[in-house]
């Protein structure tokens, strides 16, 4: 499948905002599943399970972030070529 891109190799607006949409959908329930694990662990609420799911959510939305910033990465690349 093509992705959809301008001249310059950047994607177009509307898949540019597709994505940035789906990122903020996965990433939002991660943000606010870590933070609200975090805040039990801090208050001395400490279980097995609080510390997986915390150390999960986190890694999950550290992948997130990672995939963001290639991303982002890769259209700035794109845009310096030109």
Same mark, same amino acid.
């Given at each position: 499948?093509?992705?959809? !891109?301008n001249a310059?190799? @950047?994607?177009?607006?509307?898949v540019l905002v597709a994505m940035i949409a789906g990122?903020? !959908?996965v990433g939002v329930p991660?943000? @606010?599943l870590a933070w609200h694990n975090v805040n039990h662990l801090l208050a001395g609420d400490v279980g097995e399970v609080r510390i997986?799911? @915390?150390?999960? @959510?986190t890694a999950g939305l550290g992948?997130?972030?990672f995939v963001l910033a290639r991303l982002?990465?890769?259209? !700035?690349?794109v845009k310096r070529e030109t």
């Open positions: 499948m093509k992705r959809e !891109t310059s190799g @950047a994607p177009r607006f509307g990122f903020v !959908t991660l943000v @606010a997986l799911i @915390a150390v999960a @959510a992948g997130v972030l982002i990465e890769r259209w !700035t690349d």
